[in-house]
């Protein structure tokens, strides 16, 4: 006879008690713990049960390698997405479980039912098994998106036992696609969709499946208000790669950003539009981000970045303007608000500026989001330009991380950055005074390089574009006092 055991599991973080509360100690959530019946222990075995109770069996001996081998690369299946195939690292693994998860709407399935068709067009088998949408909105979908020719075998069911009984009835397929890990349930967890015990359960069963068969199962998730993906956060250790489709609504651009990877590098990005026809793959992301600029307006710097191991340009714009509220305001999009307060605090401490009666507001242009200290070279400059109307060379790119003592850091891999700058157009790079932090000595290039080791220096190149002086600059926010 089963036995099974009731526990209290939080909904949001996955903590467990043995009793009710009405707030999580793990993350301090009000009303998320639930009874759950856990009867995991004493699975009916098979592909996707859980792991027998085995009471008093003895471990079993294996044996022990060395590092040193022969190791081979993974096979691989290469989508024909060349964006998607990068973020994943050269295509999809045979045997590997990727976690896709992204705001409703951003186009996650549109992103799978592309890939799906193009694997299918080449002769791969695709599975792709709905559990929110009927069979003929699927249809609909890829009717709109010109794919209903595309040989995908699709379904529309919730139910774990079911998806692998039917997985199982045939030669494995080569893809996989589970719309989303939400909506799925599994008999071995007596608790409703959705829920931690059952997403996590059914993850597991699919993940057994996947390094059972060689099938590359690929799962929707969906995000929370914060932007991290839903249920229990051992959900993206047990699968191989974690991607992250993220845009804006106010633009058609779309970002895939690998986060976990164990079968390549972390922190790539892939660059799509949206269009009527689905999504099209942007090859060349930095005129992208970079748009139609006007180089006599002042707040506007060029941050030369690394997305993984892609250059990528941006627009930085920054507004400085006054305030007559007692505390001003500070507005961010598309970097951390923290390294803002930051870089205003060394910019007032180490150079004389003062911001404490200007509202400043900071854009990435084209809904970009970027987590790179790098940039806080760029985000200074386009700062002092703001708040003394000098516009910034608009040939010029910047990088370089501020220290807290007013000091310009070197960052990685600036020869990458300065080869995808002369390669746009660019004339100038203002950088760190060393110019790289790995070593790595940066190779002849046609841009004119000027390097700064402090930020008042920064501040003193800008005054140099304009009739004033540094003295001048440091007035213009002592104006409206």
Not at 6 to 26: L, P
Not at 30 to 37: K, L
Not at 383 to 398: E, K, M, N
């Amino acid at each position: 006879m089963v036995k099974r055991s009731a526990r209290f599991v939080c909904q949001n973080c996955g903590a467990s008690t043995a009793r009710w509360a009405g707030r999580c100690d793990g993350c301090g959530e009000w009303n998320t713990i639930v009874e759950e019946v856990d009867g995991l222990a004493t699975g009916s075995g098979g592909v996707g049960a859980g792991p027998r109770a085995t009471s008093g069996r003895r471990g079993r001996v294996f044996p022990l390698v060395s590092l040193e081998g022969d190791a081979k690369e993974a096979p691989r299946i290469v989508s024909g997405m060349a964006e998607l195939d990068r973020v994943t690292g050269g295509g999809f693994v045979r045997g590997s479980a990727i976690l896709v998860g992204g705001d409703p709407g951003i186009g996650k399935s549109t992103l799978l039912i592309q890939a799906a068709a193009i694997l299918a067009k080449r002769g791969h088998s695709v599975v792709y098994v709905s559990g929110e949408e009927a069979i003929g909105q699927v249809r609909l979908r890829a009717e709109r998106l010109g794919l209903s020719g595309a040989p995908v075998k699709l379904a529309a069911e919730t139910s774990v036992e079911d998806i692998l009984a039917t997985l199982s009835a045939g030669p494995p397929p080569a893809l996989v696609v589970i719309d989303s890990i939400q909506t799925l349930w599994t008999e071995l967890a007596d608790s409703a969709p959705g829920t931690v015990t059952q997403v996590r359960t059914a993850v597991q069963a699919l993940i057994r499946y996947s390094k059972a068969t060689g099938a590359t199962v690929v799962l929707v998730g969906h995000v929370t208000k914060d932007g991290q993906i839903a249920g229990p956060r051992v959900v993206e250790h047990m699968v191989d790669a974690v991607l992250y489709f993220e845009g804006d609504g106010a633009h058609q651009y779309r970002l895939l950003r690998s986060v976990k990877n164990r079968f390549g590098a972390t922190d790539e990005i892939g660059v799509f539009e949206m269009t009527s026809l689905g999504l099209q793959e942007v090859s060349n992301p930095s005129e992208l981000f970079l748009g139609d600029r006007d180089g006599r307006s002042p707040g506007a710097a060029v941050f030369a970045g690394m997305e993984g191991s892609r250059p990528l340009l941006v627009e930085i714009q920054a507004l400085v303007a006054p305030t007559s509220l007692g505390t001003p305001r500070r507005s961010v999009v598309g970097w951390d608000g923290s390294r803002l307060s930051m870089i205003l605090a060394v910019l007032e401490a180490h150079c004389g500026l003062r911001f404490g009666q200007h509202d400043v507001y900071l854009n990435v242009a084209g809904g970009m989001r970027i987590q790179e200290p790098a940039a806080d070279l760029a985000v200074a400059a386009a700062l002092v330009s703001s708040l003394s109307g000098v516009p910034l060379a608009i040939d010029s790119v910047y990088f370089g991380e501020v220290g807290l003592s007013g000091a310009i850091r070197p960052v990685p891999r600036a020869d990458q950055r300065l080869k995808e700058a002369e390669r746009l157009g660019f004339r100038g790079a203002v950088l760190p005074a060393g110019g790289s932090s790995d070593g790595a000595s940066r190779t002849a290039c046609g841009l004119e390089l000027s390097e700064i080791d402090v930020l008042a220096g920064l501040v003193a190149r800008i005054a140099s574009r304009s009739d004033g002086t540094v003295k001048s600059i440091r007035e213009a926010g002592r104006r409206d006092r």
